[in-house]
Nanobody, 124 residues
Framework: QVQLVESGGGLVQAGDSLRLSCAAS????????MGWFRQAPGKGREFIAA????????YYADSVKGRFTISRDNAKNTVYLQMNNLKPEDTAVYCC?????????????????WGQGTQVTVSS
């Protein structure tokens, strides 16, 4: 069982940066791949970024590639999402997710545990 708690969201202006954190409970965090997804009002859940168990492999959606960076610190049981050059279309609730087995997926149905999410609002 893994419990995930996101933090770091907020209201920013276009062009600003934010860093989201996702703290995980449990002693086996390093065995999970981690992903970030977002959901804007009236839209479906969108894959943003993922990282494998060691942090050695990452993958990004085209919409955020070059602007967002996912990383993890297994000693702190935490995964991060650094978001730079934010745009109004990045406004959404951002959730982290954990997938058992260590290898990531871009499909939300492949993830086993989810956090409650943190709101990111980008004004123009």
């Amino acid at each position: 069982q893994v419990q995930l708690v996101e933090s770091g969201g907020g209201l920013v202006q276009a062009g600003d940066s934010l860093r989201l954190s996702c703290a995980a409970s449990g002693r086996t965090f390093s065995s999970y791949a981690m992903g970030w997804f977002r959901q804007a009002p009236g839209k479906g859940r969108e894959f943003i970024a993922a990282i494998n168990w060691s942090g050695g492999s990452t993958y990004y959606a085209d919409s955020v590639k070059g602007r967002f960076t996912i990383s993890r610190d297994n000693a702190k049981n935490t995964v991060y999402l650094q978001m730079n050059n934010l745009k109004p279309e990045d406004t959404a609730v951002y959730c982290c997710a954990a997938r058992d087995g260590g290898y990531y997926s871009t499909k939300w149905v492949d993830y086993d545990y989810w956090g409650q999410g943190t709101q990111v609002t980008v004004s123009s």
